[in-house]
T-cell receptor, first 115, second 117 residues
Framework: TQLLEQSPQFLSIQEGENLTVYCNSSSVFSSLQWYRQEPGEGPVLLVTVVTGGEVKKLKRLTFQFGDARKDSSLHITAAQPGDTGLYLCAGVETAGGTSYGKLTFGQGTILTVHP | NAGVTQTPKFQVLKTGQSMTLQCAQDMNHEYMSWYRQDPGMGLRLIHYSVGAGITDQGEVPNGYNVSRSTTEDFPLRLLSAAPSQTSVYFC????????????????FGPGTRLLVL
């Protein structure tokens, strides 16, 4: 099983600050997904990055897939209290691109944005 | 559509008891999975299924059994609960469209919180 190391594990910042969450592996992934999870709920998909070097933007969130498809980052600009939550990266290993329901998750980053 | 539903929401078991966690999806998805979530460890795959009648083990399958007799349902069985199985359990479903590229989306249920005493 491939491993995904996510950092930092905890992040506590003030409203308006920028932050970056990292997801690293020694193995290549077919694609990588980022999820956000609220307390008491299941993870919700934010984005999937597929191509090495790909950058996707979702409002104030920027997601990047490393050139070698071994790492990814999530950057949030001007964080707001509504961004508070658990952020998870997850890798798809299979060569065909479909996960067949198998995802490898990082440990997660708990983000708290203070007003 | 209700999406992915899980029952019960909460459960307390004594060591050695058995139970079944229910999962159902109404989106006609091929793939279904069970994960457990523990603090500081993200989600770990227990078992998964690529279609009715087909299941396979994930990263942490010991102590759990699954079956998939229909596309809609994917129950997870604990035959003899142990305190190490105290966790939050999530069921997920997804499908893959080759023409859409690698844009598969996993839909997660709301989770079942299990405490084994």
């Amino acid at each position: 099983t491939q491993l995904l190391e996510q950092s930092p594990q905890f992040l506590s910042i003030q409203e308006g600050e920028n932050l970056t969450v990292y997801c690293n592996s020694s193995s290549v992934f077919s694609s990588l997904q980022w999820y956000r999870q609220e307390p008491g709920e299941g993870p919700v998909l934010l984005v999937t990055v597929v191509t090495g070097g790909e950058v996707k933007k979702l409002k104030r969130l920027t997601f990047q897939f490393g050139d070698a498809r071994k790492d990814s980052s999530l950057h949030i600009t001007a964080a707001q209290p509504g961004d508070t939550g658990l952020y998870l990266c997850a890798g798809v290993e299979t060569a065909g691109g479909t996960s067949y329901g198998k995802l490898t998750f990082g440990q997660g980053t708990i983000l708290t944005v203070h007003p | 559509n209700a999406g992915v539903t899980q029952t019960p929401k909460f459960q307390v078991l004594k060591t050695g008891q058995s139970m079944t966690l229910q999962c159902a999806q109404d989106m006609n998805h091929e793939y279904m999975s069970w994960y457990r979530q523990d603090p500081g460890m993200g989600l770990r795959l227990i078992h998964y299924s690529v279609g009715a009648g087909i299941t396979d083990q994930g990263e942490v399958p010991n102590g759990y059994n699954v079956s998939r007799s229909t596309t809609e349902d994917f129950p997870l069985r604990l035959l003899s609960a142990a305190p190490s199985q105290t966790s939050v359990y999530f069921c997920a479903s997804s499908y893959f469209l080759p023409q859409g590229g690698r844009q598969e989306t996993q839909y997660f249920g709301p989770g079942t919180r299990l405490l084994v005493l």
